[in-house]
């Protein structure tokens, strides 16, 4: 594994478990969020426990200064990042078109904008030095047509599929990560009822950053943990567009 690795959002849920794994491999780590208690929290821990280096990058990834100021660290070649994991994530409660406008907005700022933004940094600092990975962590709600949250998704699996295509001779390996249900924080954030999600539906988040980290490994362009959420993905995938979304719809 690389050297040094820029997650985001490794305060809670899927981001912590990676920031754990990868410290667990001597991995050096920017920790990139918006509490910087947290943050403080988390590296003491991680420092005591595996004696790796941590720098903490607070920062709101919808604000364009403190997303600038992610991309500069990026680009910073004399403490170059191996591997950028592009997680932090949120969303609304509602359907769209039912919703304040301006959290539409922040949220299409933090699930495409703020990856889109790193990722270009990362692609260009990478493909210089000729290697370099990234894990753009989507959902396996990219695969059913569920309003906004999923159209952002969906767009963060095309982009990375064909970044995986593009820059696999330039050495720079680029993952969509696709998770189904995760028991984190992401749920009680955006106050969803969860209560009829059946429990064979939930993944832990170390098995998350565990199947993603060993798809890395092996060079896949798609990881999508657990067998079960891999049939579900590849009917979602093939099945007639119209049928997919009736069945999505009852659901959550
Ligand atoms: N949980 C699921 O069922 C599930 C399923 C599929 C995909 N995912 C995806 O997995 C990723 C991680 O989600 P999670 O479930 O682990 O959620 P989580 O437990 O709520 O953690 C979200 C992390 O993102 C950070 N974050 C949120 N808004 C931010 C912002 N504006 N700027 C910077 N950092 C921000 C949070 O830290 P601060 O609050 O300190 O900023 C926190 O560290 C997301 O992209 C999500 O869409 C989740």
């Known amino acids: 594994m690389t050297a040094r690795?820029?997650?985001?959002?490794?305060?809670?849920?899927?981001?912590?478990?990676?920031a754990w794994r990868l410290a667990a491999e001597?991995?050096?780590?920017?920790?990139?969020?918006?509490?910087?208690?947290r943050l403080h929290r988390l590296s003491d821990e991680l420092r005591r426990d595996h004696g790796v280096d941590i720098e903490i990058l607070p920062a709101d990834l919808t604000d364009p200064d403190a997303l600038d100021r992610v991309s500069t660290r990026i680009a910073d070649e004399s403490r170059p990042i191996?591997?950028?994991v592009n997680n932090a994530g949120a969303s609304i409660a509602g359907w769209f078109g039912t919703t304040d406008i301006a959290l539409e907005?922040?949220?299409?700022?933090?699930?495409v904008r703020a990856p889109m933004h790193l990722m270009d940094a990362a692609l260009k600092a990478m493909s210089r030095r000729g290697y370099g990975a990234i894990v753009n962590?989507?959902?396996?709600?990219?695969?059913?047509?569920r309003g906004a949250y999923s159209a952002h998704k969906s767009w963060l699996v095309n982009l990375s599929l064909?970044?995986?295509?593009?820059?696999?001779?330039a050495g720079v390996v680029v993952q969509a990560l696709c998770p189904g249900f995760t028991r984190t924080e992401f749920h009680q954030r955006m106050d969803a009822d969860i209560s009829d999600i059946p429990e064979w539906m939930w993944l832990k988040a170390d098995d998350v950053a565990a199947a993603s980290l060993r798809d890395l490994r092996r060079r896949r362009a798609l990881s999508?943990?657990?067998?079960?959420?891999?049939v579900l993905s590849t009917l979602a995938r093939h099945a007639p567009i119209g049928l997919v979304a009736a069945v999505a719809k009852r659901g959550r």
């Open 105 to 111: 907005d922040r949220q299409l700022d933090l699930l």
């Open 162 to 169: 064909w970044a995986h295509l593009q820059y696999a001779d």
């Open 5 to 18: 690795a820029l997650v985001t959002g490794p305060t809670a849920g899927i981001g912590a478990a990676f």
């Open 224 to 230: 999508i943990p657990s067998t079960r959420y891999r």
């Open 82 to 84: 191996g591997l950028l």
């Open 137 to 145: 962590v989507a959902s396996v709600a990219a695969f059913t047509p």
């Open 26 to 37: 001597g991995v050096d780590l920017v920790l990139v969020a918006r509490d910087e208690d």
